[in-house]
């Protein structure tokens, strides 16, 4: 009896060590002015799949200053942080657009390349050398931002249709980063299964806009709203720590929340989002600078009683021309001038030019940045009807704030 337990204990083991590592801790980092929040969908994808909150890290760095020498620092510091806490050896890496171009500094050293076991270079520049580690190439033919093509010496993966935003948020995505990461075949790997949660944690962080630093000390407070977006009940209240954190609370699938990032000397930021059906860690709430390109950027937005200063954030993917609908109060604004393949317009920055009309028209002031739309239009905070922005078949009704006590963000998934 003994000799046969001891076969069956020696025959687990061996099985066990025979299973691919599926539960690596994973870093990811963000591209061109985003955040940790891109990962969103995937980090719930991989905590659905089993994953550990505390084995996901985001690294939330300044890509308007482009030190990549302190980024580099910045990220390492991160993944040494990373290996401490949950006793890994090794983690897997992924970087997007501007991100990938930081993990592959980030590689050239091989005490750093040493802490890492899977790499995966999504919607970046184009590899001329494999790196040190396995590496997944995801690219899409379709972005139109930085393109794609194979290389040699890495796992090639081109996700036809997707955008440059997409290729990194996408559940194809999940799929190709699951099965590099796990040793799986692609083909084998499914997507796991949507929760039924009666409630679950919502937390994030609060940063500036652009640089990504810290917003220390700010109050955040989150209240419900009702069918018509008007405020209900506050949900909850507190402050940022050190690292900008804030929450978690509990939140109830149905219900659209509205959350009010406030810090020192700065407009308070209200931001509505459509229902969770989720635990979500990742709520960015972002101020504004107030110094740098950045702040120079937003110089125009309005400070009036009159007028609401609207920006719309695409969570998922950019919108498109062609395959997207997106309306603010009835003005289509997916048109081919605003919302063309090449700018993958993520960020819509929808306010009044100065002459109190609408338009409809591209601002000046971000014709040459891909990702951001500005679009005058005039939207009247006096007005007792809610403002309505649809996307995609989906509704959010959220109240006409006046631009001299508020910036109004509406997330739309």
Not at 36 to 58: C, E, H, I, K, P
Not at 110 to 127: C, K, N
Not at 376 to 385: Q, T, V
């Amino acid at each position: 009896m003994r000799i046969g337990l001891l076969f069956l204990l020696l025959h687990m083991a061996a099985t066990a060590a025979a299973q691919p590592n599926t539960r690596r801790p994973i870093v990811f980092v963000h591209g061109m002015l985003a955040s940790g929040d891109t990962w969103t969908s995937q980090v719930q994808r991989f905590l659905r799949d089993g994953y550990r909150l505390n084995d996901l890290a985001m690294l939330d760095w300044n890509t308007t200053s482009m030190d990549m020498r302190k980024s580099v620092h910045q990220l390492d510091s991160l993944v040494q942080a990373v290996l401490r806490r949950t006793g890994a050896l090794q983690l897997d890496l992924v970087g997007h657009s501007a991100g990938g171009a930081l993990c592959l500094q980030y590689l050239r050293d091989s005490l750093r390349a040493s802490r890492i076991a899977h790499y995966a270079h999504i919607g970046s520049t184009r590899l001329q050398a494999p790196p040190p580690v396995p590496t997944l190439n995801l690219y899409s033919p379709d972005d139109r931002i930085s393109g794609g093509a194979d290389a040699a010496g890495v796992t090639n993966l081109a996700l036809a249709g997707h955008d440059h935003y997409e290729v990194a948020t996408s559940a194809d995505s999940w799929i190709a980063l699951k099965a590099h990461f796990s040793g799986q075949n692609k083909s084998a790997v499914r997507l796991p299964d949507p929760p039924t949660h009666l409630k679950f944690p919502l937390a994030g962080k609060a940063c500036i806009l652009g640089e990504n630093r810290p917003e220390a000390g700010a109050s955040v407070r989150v209240f419900a709203c009702d069918s018509n977006g008007r405020r209900g009940g506050k949900q909850w209240e507190g402050h940022t720590d050190a690292a900008g954190n804030w929450g978690p609370f509990e939140a109830r699938p149905g219900i659209a929340y509205e959350l009010v990032v406030e810090a020192t000397g700065k407009r308070p930021v209200h931001y509505f989002r459509m229902p969770f059906s989720e635990q979500n860690p990742l709520v960015y709430l972002r101020t504004l600078p107030q110094a740098g390109m950045t702040a120079r950027l937003l110089q125009g937005l309005p400070q009036d009683s009159t007028m609401t200063a609207l920006v719309l954030f695409s969570a998922h993917r950019a919108v498109v021309h062609g395959r997207d609908t997106l309306e603010v109060d009835g003005w289509p604004l997916a048109t081919e001038a605003l919302a063309s393949a090449a700018k993958t317009a993520i960020a819509w920055f929808v306010v009044d030019d100065g002459d109190k009309r609408s338009s409809g028209t591209a601002l000046n002031a971000f014709r040459g940045f891909p990702f951001m739309t500005g679009v005058d239009l005039h939207i009247d905070s006096r007005s007792g009807a809610p403002l309505r922005i649809r996307f995609n078949g989906r509704q959010l009704l959220l109240p006409r704030l006046a631009s001299n006590a508020a910036i109004t963000v509406a997330v739309m998934e």
